[in-house]
T-cell receptor
Framework: AQTVTQSQPEMSVQEAETVTLSCTYD???????LFWYKQPPSRQMILVIR??????QNATENRFSVNFQKAAKSFSLKISDSQLGDTAMYFC????????????????FGTGTRLTIIP | NAGVTQTPKFQVLKTGQSMTLQCAQD?????MYWYRQDPGMGLRLIYY???????DKGEVPNGYNVSRLNKREFSLRLESAAPSQTSVYFC???????????FGSGTQLSVL
């Protein structure tokens, strides 16, 4: 079974600064996806960024980027020029890639990091 | 586009009562999921359905049953609610050939 660990329960940073959220995972699989989800106070689950394990290049989405270290099983999220709207819970998640796309792939979540952007 | 719709949004039950959480998606997705979210524990998978007519247990299935009524709908039933089932419940769905999950807005359930 896969496990996802987020060791920072809470973080805070000044607006406009850069912050990095940590995530490690444990798996024996070689093909998988990694995700960062954002959950603002509205409770909505919003996909921030995703990474395919076979790609060496780190994914980026505007101010969000990841540092994917496959050998170390590490997947950190960097938020640049942080904004007040970035205040939220952030979840790291893992999905094994299904061999035949049967549709039974499951998402395993970490426990989350509560990020507060200070004005 | 409605996406994934969950009802109700809030519910209060007494211990021992039963209820069904409803979930429907209009994206023609094959896979559907039920998660629960508890403080400090992230989201944990209760049950999932890879396709119409199939259901499988996730990490925390005890105390729950599910029904994949058709391709659109996947319901979660609590037969005899317990205070330990106080949680926020999320339904999600995805297409067979895509790894992205789409989530509903959640149901806040309190069992007194």
């Amino acid at each position: 079974a896969q496990t996802v660990t987020q060791s920072q329960p809470e973080m805070s940073v000044q607006e406009a600064e850069t912050v990095t959220l940590s995530c490690t995972y444990d798996t024996s699989e070689n093909n998988y996806y990694l995700f960062w989800y954002k959950q603002p106070p509205s409770r909505q689950m919003i996909l921030v960024i995703r990474q395919e394990a076979y790609k060496q290049q780190n994914a980026t989405e505007n101010r969000f980027s990841v540092n994917f270290q496959k050998a170390a099983k590490s997947f950190s999220l960097k938020i640049s020029d942080s904004q007040l709207g970035d205040t939220a819970m952030y979840f790291c998640a893992f999905m094994k890639q299904g061999a035949s796309n049967f549709g039974n792939e499951k998402l395993t979540f970490g426990t989350g990091t509560r990020l507060t952007i200070i004005p | 586009n409605a996406g994934v719709t969950q009802t109700p949004k809030f519910q209060v039950l007494k211990t021992g009562q039963s209820m069904t959480l409803q979930c429907a998606q209009d994206m023609n997705h094959n896979s559907m999921y039920w998660y629960r979210q508890d403080p400090g524990m992230g989201l944990r998978l209760i049950y999932y359905s890879a396709s119409e007519g199939t259901t499988d247990k996730g990490e925390v299935p005890n105390g729950y049953n599910v029904s994949r009524l058709n391709k659109r709908e996947f319901s979660l039933r609590l037969e005899s609610a317990a205070p330990s089932q106080t949680s926020v419940y999320f339904c999600a769905s995805k297409h067979r050939f895509n790894e992205k999950l789409f989530f509903g807005s959640g149901t806040q359930l309190s069992v007194l």
